[in-house]
């Protein structure tokens, strides 16, 4: 077998290729996969999490200037994405089905459902990211025992330990490790990263969902006290 050329470049990147062996490339076309795969996830993930967090800020300050919930009702659909508005639109709709009185204990548990399943949306797929980073090392892992395989035949092949012998098992080694971290290491920081936005998004929503509880109860005692003073407010 010819001895790679290891210059750095482009046509030395070609040159490795054409002289690596099947499994050598497999592993490489897995790993780029996942590579493309990953940073797809990332750069979407960043994307729909920096909306969340500026319109869950702008969510909070309507709701804190809003005087009453009904008024807040009919501007809320303006804060998508944000998780707080599918929770705020769960509690106001559990709200208006007890006109016959409030139950704490269903509106607590609608609050708190809508918030388990906002959280849920924005950690779906994160576990990719986490198995990419994991796994992607060991797969790497593969190329390089491969590529130590195949110094040590071509050893036997030449019988004599020349660099001529193991220069193309050890660049396929070489070669396959360092696919592997670049394909786990931005996985794996991402993971943590977008991870930890939703751990504060999520505290952010659980102290929403006890705030919005306490409304809800307030604005419902209100609206129960004006109808039995004669009113009939409308809910929407």
């Known amino acids: 077998m010819q001895l ?46 920096r909306r969340v ?11 804190h200037k809003a005087g009453r919930l009904p008024e807040m009702h009919t501007v809320v659909d303006g804060f998508r994405p944000s998780p707080m508005v599918e929770v705020f ?16 204990a269903a509106l607590e548990r609608a609050v708190r459902a809508a918030i388990t399943d906002q959280i849920t ?3 779906d797929r994160l576990g990719w990211l986490a198995t990419i980073a994991g796994a992607s090392p060991f797969i790497g892992l593969f190329g390089t025992v491969w590529g ?17 012998a193991v220069a193309p ?16 290491v931005p996985a794996l920081i991402a993971y943590n ?19 919005l509880i306490n409304r809800l109860e307030e604005t419902a005692g209100t609206q129960a006290e004006e109808t039995a003073a004669g009113y009939r ?3 929407r």
């Not at 639109?89 to 704490?104: F, K, N, P, W």
């Not at 098992?169 to 786990?184: C, P």
């Not at 977008?194 to 659980?206: F, G, R």
């Open 4 to 49: 790679p050329n290891l210059t750095p470049g482009t046509g030395a990147l070609t040159e490795f290729l054409s002289q690596s062996g099947p499994v050598a490339k497999t592993v490489l076309v897995i790993l780029l996969l996942m590579s493309i795969f990953s940073w797809a996830l990332i750069l979407k993930k960043w994307g729909t999490l």
């Open 53 to 63: 967090r500026r319109q869950t800020r702008r969510f909070l300050q309507a709701f």
């Open 89 to 104: 639109e769960s509690g106001y709709e559990e709200m208006t089905r007890q006109r016959g009185g409030v139950r704490a």
């Open 121 to 123: 949306a924005l950690e």
């Open 148 to 164: 130590i395989i195949n110094a040590f035949h071509g050893l036997a092949a030449e019988g004599a330990a020349t660099l001529r």
């Open 169 to 184: 098992g050890i660049s396929e080694a070489l070669v396959t490790t360092a696919a592997g971290l670049f394909a786990a």
């Open 193 to 211: 990263v977008l991870s930890n936005q939703v751990k504060v998004i999520a505290a952010t929503t659980d102290e929403f969902g006890l705030e």
């Open 233 to 235: 407010p409308s809910l």
